[in-house]
C-alpha cells in the first residue's frame, strides 16, 4: 500500500472523508416546520346552513423554502349555548410552496350547521390552527447539527477514534518490529 504522509493511502482518504462530512454538514436532508410556521385566518357571513371557505394564511418565518402539505382549525366553543360543534372546518390537504419569509393562503371548507341556535347569531368562534411542512435545502441546513438526531456526527467520532486508535496500535507495532526481540 502507498503511503501518504506517513499514513497508509486507504486510512487517509476514509480520514479525509469523515473530516469533510463533519466540516461540511449533509445536505438534502429533510426539516420538518411543524411547530415555528404561522397559520392565521378569520371568516365572516356565517348563518345557519352556510357554506363558505376560510383563506387561512400561512407564512414562512424560515431562511429557507417550505413546502405546506397539511392545513387546519380546530374549533373551539364560541360561548354559553354556542358550542365549537355547530361550526365545521375542514382539513386542506392542499399543498403551498413558501419561500423564505414568504406567505401563501390555504382554503378551508367552512359550514355552519343548520340546527345553529339562536346564541350562534353574531357569535365569534376561537379557532386553533393546526398544519404539516416540510422544506429541503441543498447544502448545509440552517438549525441543524451533525450531532442532532439523524445526524452523522456520532457515528463519524466513532469512526475517527478507531481509526485513530488502529494507526497508534500499528506504528506501536513498527516500532518494536523495528527494536527486535
Same mark, same amino acid.
Given at each position: ?12 482518504? /476514509?480520514?479525509?472523508?469523515?473530516? %469533510? *462530512? #463533519? #466540516?461540511? +454538514? ?14 392565521? =385566518? ?33 374549533? *373551539?366553543?364560541?360561548?354559553?349555548? &354556542? ?9 386542506? #390537504?392542499?399543498?403551498?410552496? *413558501?419561500?423564505?419569509? =414568504?406567505?401563501?393562503?390555504?382554503? @378551508? ?9 339562536? %346564541? &350562534?347569531?353574531?357569535? /365569534?368562534?376561537? @379557532? ?8 429541503? %435545502?441543498? +447544502? ?16 463519524? @467520532?466513532? +469512526? ?22
Amino acid at each position: 500500500m502507498r503511503k501518504l504522509g506517513g499514513v497508509r493511502w486507504p486510512a487517509g482518504v /476514509t480520514l479525509s472523508i469523515i473530516v %469533510a *462530512l #463533519l #466540516l461540511g +454538514g449533509h445536505g438534502a436532508a429533510p426539516v420538518h416546520a411543524r411547530d415555528r410556521y404561522e397559520i392565521a =385566518g378569520e371568516v365572516d357571513g356565517l348563518y345557519p346552513g352556510a357554506e363558505t371557505t376560510l383563506d387561512a394564511r400561512v407564512t414562512n418565518p424560515y431562511p429557507f423554502a417550505i413546502r405546506v402539505i397539511a392545513t387546519g382549525a380546530r374549533v *373551539l366553543d364560541a360561548g354559553p349555548g &354556542c358550542p365549537a360543534s355547530m361550526l365545521v372546518i375542514g382539513e386542506s #390537504l392542499a399543498t403551498a410552496m *413558501l419561500p423564505a419569509g =414568504g406567505s401563501d393562503v390555504v382554503p @378551508l371548507p367552512v359550514r355552519m350547521r343548520r340546527d345553529a341556535p339562536d %346564541a &350562534c347569531q353574531g357569535a /365569534t368562534w376561537p @379557532l386553533a390552527f393546526t398544519g404539516t411542512a416540510v422544506g429541503t %435545502a441543498t +447544502g448545509p441546513l440552517p438549525g441543524t447539527s451533525m450531532f442532532g438526531p439523524g445526524g452523522l456526527g456520532v457515528p463519524a @467520532l466513532i +469512526g475517527v477514534a478507531l481509526l485513530a486508535g488502529g494507526l497508534i496500535l500499528a506504528g506501536r507495532r513498527r516500532r518494536r518490529a523495528r527494536a527486535g526481540p
